[in-house]
């Protein structure tokens, strides 16, 4: 097992994220597109501000599920008589969904000037 650095990490993660905006931007664009019956401009903006919400969404999402399941891991622990320290927020996975979103904000901004 190789180590990692923190650039390394960084870059990662930045390289995922711009992966799932776009993955993400796409699709919403091609859905509004078949639904609105053709592609605009100013439905491109939408589909790309549905794309960010849902990403803003998922890493939401991923922070709810976690603290979730640590309330639970800390009382099963505290019945036991076990002492337990959570461990932390995937932040990798948190700040990839941001950065897609980030991503297709930046984009429906882009369409809209």
């Known amino acids: 097992m190789t ?3 923190r650039a390394a990490r960084l870059g990662q993660m930045l390289l995922f994220g711009l992966g799932a905006g776009l993955g993400t931007g ?24 549905w794309g960010g ?3 803003t969404f998922l890493a939401g999402a991923i922070i709810y599920s976690q603290n979730g399941q640590r309330q639970i891991e800390t009382g099963l622990r505290a019945r036991l008589g076990e002492g337990y320290r959570a461990p ?26």
């Open 3 to 5: 180590t990692q650095t």
């Open 26 to 49: 796409v699709l919403c664009v091609l859905i509004g597109a078949l639904l609105a019956g053709g592609l605009t401009r100013a439905g491109a903006a939408t589909a790309l501000g």
């Open 53 to 55: 919400l849902i990403l």
């Open 88 to 113: 932390g927020l995937p932040w990798a996975q948190i700040l990839t969904a941001l950065i897609g979103a980030g991503m297709l904000f930046l984009g429906q901004f882009a369409l809209i000037r």
